[in-house]
């Protein structure tokens, strides 16, 4: 989600993220676990073969994951360990609830590890290059229309397919620094791979708070 | 090396294997199309040289190098066959016996090598071998005939 994006969403969440941060005192963090526990009922649920009732806790735990960003946003707790964490957590609440219709025996468990593992490696790369297309449990939601199956082919088929691309993006980034530099071509990658790693290291470590928790509490 | 010596390779596998259909498509995609990442540098190559000809210009990408591993082996996992797996291999192993730079597992890790075979001139190596591809691509044409 972009910047305008996240603000119009943070306006429309804000009495919740009040009530979640101010009347109950939860932290991003807790709010981020609250979110994940969430998931993990709605794995449990669906791996009992209850599925209406596990997209329930599943949607009530993807809005408690869009609520922790706001609150970390809207009274400044934005930490790069608070990324992090939301980042470990929603891959290991999509992988429950990926498993749990396996277990179901809903889909086969192949396609459950391959979409896991498809999503996952978008992850590492969809922060350096800006590529995200979200196609993740959200898609679950039409599971009424589609069949379990072909679901779980589209979110390997999209996420994969941005892994790629998204490698393409670094790969072009990369080539700016390169043409950047200029000089001889035979030696241009090795010295721009200097460069870039020289750059990573004098980056200084963040300055935000390390949890994201509010002053005070 | 160059798309004809990939395209020779290519298909003397496919002919060694007998592949046809999506097994034979699935070979030349990932034996010779994966060089399609050579387009998306051209706009840079135009930005950064112009229209002359400029020898040993970076046109590689991670579409023909080994961190491509990570997302073609989940795909033949998903395929049922080995065949893009085999060839991206093949595709690999003729790229590193050419001596310029090349980045295998970026954007995980900054190591630059440049392959093997690095002392012998690239330009006989190239000869050699699509001498000897082209040669066992007509013996095993002739053969089968």
Redesign the interface.
């Known amino acids: 989600m972009g910047p305008p994006l996240k603000r119009i969403a943070d306006r429309i969440v804000r009495p919740l993220v009040r009530l979640l941060h101010e009347g109950l005192g939860l932290s991003p963090a807790q709010i981020t676990w609250a979110s994940f526990w969430a998931s993990a009922a709605a794995a449990g649920a669906i791996a009992a073969g209850r599925v209406p009732l596990g997209l329930a806790l599943m949607a009530a735990g993807q809005v408690l994951d869009g609520i922790d960003g706001a609150v970390a946003r809207s009274y400044e707790l934005s930490s790069d360990q608070g990324h992090r964490l939301d980042t470990l957590l929603d891959r290991a609440s999509e992988s429950l609830i990926f498993l749990a219709f396996a277990v179901a025996g809903l889909v086969p468990t192949?396609h459950a590890l391959?979409a896991i593992?498809?999503v996952l490696?978008l992850t590492?790369?969809c922060d350096?290059s800006g590529l995200d297309p979200g196609f993740k449990r959200v898609v679950l939601y039409f599971g009424t229309w589609v069949p379990w199956p072909t679901l779980f082919t589209i979110i390997?088929g999209v996420n994969?397919a941005a892994?790629?691309i998204g490698?393409?993006i670094?790969?072009?980034q990369?080539?700016?620094r390169?043409?950047a530099l200029?000089g001889d071509?035979?030696?241009?990658?090795?010295r721009a791979?200097?460069l870039?790693?020289a750059e990573s290291e004098a980056m200084p470590p963040t300055t935000q708070p390390v949890l994201s928790e509010p002053p005070g509490r | 090396m160059t798309v004809f010596t990939h395209f020779l390779a290519t298909t003397l596998g496919v002919q060694a294997l007998g592949l046809e259909g999506r097994e034979a498509v699935l070979a030349y995609g990932f034996g010779v199309a994966v060089d399609v990442d050579h387009v998306v540098k051209a706009p840079y190559y135009l930005r950064a040289v112009g229209l002359r000809d400029k020898r040993g210009y970076y046109w590689r990408s991670s579409l023909q190098e080994p961190v491509g591993f990570l997302w073609i082996a989940p795909l033949c996992l998903w395929l049922g066959t080995a065949v893009p797996l085999l060839f991206y291999a093949i595709h690999l192993l003729m790229d590193y016996s050419v001596s310029f730079e090349k980045m295998p597992f970026y954007p995980y890790s900054r190591w630059v090598t440049r392959g093997w075979l690095v002392h012998v001139p690239d330009k006989v190596k190239e000869a050699v071998l699509f001498t000897i591809l082209l040669v066992a691509n007509v013996a095993l044409w002739w053969a089968r005939r």
């Open positions: 192949m391959l593992t498809a490696l590492t790369v350096r390997f994969l892994y790629v490698l393409l670094i790969d072009c990369f080539q700016n390169m043409d200029g071509l035979d030696t241009v990658a090795s791979a200097r870039e790693a």
